[in-house]
């Protein structure tokens, strides 16, 4: 811009020097190469001065604009959050979203973008299942989604009412809308919440519609997806009496499903326990089963549909102070089992002839591949020791085995396999 205000002033310079003389000896005759030549210049200083402005307004154009980040797609490995705040670190490495691909003989750890978040409300990080997308929540009023489409990156957010708090989120089969379970409270004195499910079109960028589920009630739900069968489906607790001033408060587990119009197909309770120690539950990736552990270490298996609940064995007991966490197999041939304490190993149960087998380490997270094959499995502990806190990473094989230690990484990063 400079140069252009050196234009412009020189453009002034010009008029300045061409100033009629006005003498008595001058003719009009005379006059009139000189206007001419004045015309000629502003013409021809104004049109530069145009084409120089165009110029610059097109450089400017192209060289300011932020592309979107690029993304090498992957086919064999998973991505991960590292979030720099909170209590998460992972490899001293700069906050950001990165890949972990096994196809190398050593992982090959790539950072795709520099994103920070906090710790203190992250969950659900999700890919779509055609993989396209990418989701987690932020905290309890936003949700983070990025668009992954031909190697370039789109980030957006998704904010829901105030006063309402996101609980989960899930995509649907055709990976074009996310589902929002959220909670708003309507009797804090009692604890009371009204669930409700609000469907988000990504196409359009917009809420295209919102129901209340259940009635309020002193309760809430961890467990929530949108089924291959284009149902949403939710296990939810919920506090038997609210005036119940018992310390052990008695909870009735409700299996419920929803169309995405709004329409209830079922509520039905299928387990009645304590609110203040609630089994560990997971929902099959179909959604279509479930899974959950009771205090007494039962392992208790049903489905949405036919109401069969029903118990698979009991489940060794151990150093846990409460119920064993539970994950089944996106092919729901194995039901991981995790274990507490540092002699209290995982188990993993198949279903095809109902055998419990002991895994190599003991586990409190784990996330399977899509295709059932690998395991990622981590185990941490909340107390400090005289050798410092247990934490570990490994990838396991579908029979528990340990096929890789993932050493420096922290088990409560997030992560995703690529579907």
Known sequence: MEDTQ?????????????????????????????????????????GGYFLYQKRVIKQSSTTTASPKPSIEIIKSGLFYLNPGRGAVKVNQEPPGLYSLNFKQNEPEIKQLLPIVVDTNYLTDFEFSPNGQYLAWKNDTSRVTYLKIENGTVGLKNIHTDVGTAIISLAFSPDSKYIALLESTQVDAEHGINSPKIKIFSLDENKFINEFSILKPANGGSDYFTWSKSNKLRIIFYQETDPNDNQVQKKANFIAAS????????????????????????????????????????ELIYGNFIDQNVKKLIDL??????????IFISPNKKNILIGGCGVEGKGALFNMDNSTLLTVDIPISTAIWSDDSNLIWAGYYTRTVG??????????????????????SFNPNIYVSWIP
Do not use: W
């Open 386 to 407: 005289k050798n410092g806190a247990t934490n570990y990473v490994y990838i396991l094989n579908s029979s528990g085995k340990i096929i890789r230690k993932m050493d």
């Open 258 to 297: 929803y169309t995405p119009e709004g329409i209830k197909e079922f509520e039905h309770i299928f387990y009645k326990g304590m609110l203040s120690f609630r089994p560990g539950f997971d929902i099959s990736k179909d959604g279509e089963s479930f899974a959950f552990s009771t205090l007494d270490s």
């Open 6 to 46: 050196k234009q412009v002033n020189a453009d002034a310079d010009i008029n300045q020097n061409f100033s009629p003389v006005n003498t008595a000896s001058n003719q009009r005759g005379n006059l009139l190469p000189i206007i001419g030549i004045v015309l000629l210049v502003l013409v021809v200083g104004a």
């Open 316 to 325: 060794p007991m151990d150093v846990c102070s409460g119920a064993h966490s």
